[in-house]
């Protein structure tokens, strides 16, 4: 994490704004973005994924979506424009770096009004859009505000960026995984029988918080028992039992950046019918591990860990792939599945996480983030898989 410092500190009673990325980063990532446009016959593009928007300029305000956005990005040639209103344009004078050149424009009415009025002042004829982001209604109005300007649906134009991880962002990374380790670690230790999934799911979410979290990554799963068969489940008023697997899937989130990871454990003694699918899951996950490497592909990295479930006679169990990338979402590109279209670079983050899941009975799935290498992958999460089972 980089910050930037005031020429003379003792000149403000405000301390320096603290900046996730450096201005070079920033600088590059908008020349690379202009770059793309340039090669699709774009002269713009509106960027409307909040996560996108801070990759590129670094300002981090919350969006309450579909219909709440703390601003909107309009990247042109030789300008860049912040939509924003009110309630954000303290927040972006802390955030933004002035020499970026960025206009903050406060909007007094509706959104699209203001987008549009942008781009019609700087004469933009070929707008790119992202259409797995912007809805239909704000485009329809920006549309037919826009006469003299065609809509351009786009994909791909920043993620691709935000797959590699610079050494910044795995600085943050790794200390989110550090915090959900250490949560888990500690909290794991503390379940008993007679609690509530609820109750051991906030447990969690609490120790995330006080080891200095922001806040937690994605709802907490504690899925015990038969509920564990539910890959996502949903923490209830189930009580944790002996002898019931518990499916524990949480993650930290912190400056932005999320972390990620599941553990299943057993209260008590346990059962041969769970030792048997724990230790199958466990060997699939260590053979994804041990396998993944940059220029796999992304349904190679997926078969590593299928195939040791598929022999062991439990492959229609397997219901989901493999992993994803996570980052500033907790699930983004690229990904480990059988239909990935995806190949592995140096630096992406991938989770690792295979799982068999069992109705009326529960479920198994060991979940790691890797950061893929050259030559192997290094597992970032490392907190107790309990292999004596």
């Not at 489940?233 to 019931?244: Q, S, T, W």
């Not at 990871?261 to 899951?281: A, C, Q, S």
């Not at 030559?375 to 999460?381: G, H, I, Q, S, Y």
Request: proline share 5%.
């Amino acid at each position: 994490m980089t910050a930037t410092q005031l020429a003379n500190p003792a000149e403000t009673e405000h301390a320096a704004p603290e900046r996730l990325y450096s201005l070079d980063a920033l600088k590059t990532r908008i020349e690379r973005v202009r770059a793309e446009l340039d090669a699709r016959g774009l002269d713009s593009m509106l960027v409307s994924h909040p996560q996108n928007r801070n990759y590129l300029i670094g300002f981090g305000g919350e969006d309450a979506p579909p219909l709440d956005t703390a601003g909107m990005l309009l990247v042109g040639p030789d300008s860049l424009v912040l939509v924003t209103d009110g309630r954000y344009t303290i927040q972006a004078a802390g955030e933004l770096y002035p020499e970026l050149g960025i206009e903050v424009v406060a909007r007094q009415g509706r959104v699209a009004t203001a987008i549009a009025e942008q781009v019609a002042k700087r004469k933009y004829k070929r707008l790119g859009f992202e259409t797995a982001h912007l809805l239909h209604m704000l485009w329809r109005s920006i549309d037919k505000s826009l006469p003299d300007t065609d809509l351009i649906p786009v994909t791909r134009v920043v993620e691709p960026l935000r797959m590699i991880k610079s050494n910044d962002e795995m600085a943050i990374l790794r200390k989110a995984i550090t915090i959900s380790d250490q949560a888990f670690n500690i909290v794991s230790k503390r379940l008993t029988p007679g609690m509530t999934e609820k109750q051991a799911a906030w447990d969690i979410e609490r120790t995330m918080r006080d080891l200095g979290a922001d806040e937690r990554a994605f709802g907490t799963i504690m899925a015990s028992g038969p509920n564990g068969a539910m890959a996502h489940a949903v923490p209830g008023n189930r009580l944790l039992r002996e002898g019931e697997p518990i499916v524990i899937d949480m993650g930290a989130r912190l400056d932005g950046y999320n972390s990620d990871m599941t553990r299943t454990i057993i209260l008590g003694e346990p059962t041969d019918k769970f030792r048997e699918i724990y230790n199958i899951v466990l060997a699939a996950h260590l053979a994804a591990e041990r396998g993944i490497k940059a220029g796999m592909s992304g349904v190679e990295c997926d078969k590593l860990a299928r195939d040791v479930i598929d022999a062991a006679g439990y492959g229609d169990t397997f219901t989901h792939s493999l992993g994803h990338g996570i980052g500033l979402e907790v699930h983004e590109g690229p990904s480990f599945s059988k239909m990935s279209e995806d190949t592995m670079e140096e630096g992406n983050v991938m989770s690792v996480e295979p799982g068999i899941y069992i109705e009326g009975w529960g479920g198994v799935r060991i979940e790691d983030l890797v950061l893929v290498r050259h030559d192997d992958a290094e597992v970032l999460t490392l907190a107790d898989k309990h292999p004596a089972y």
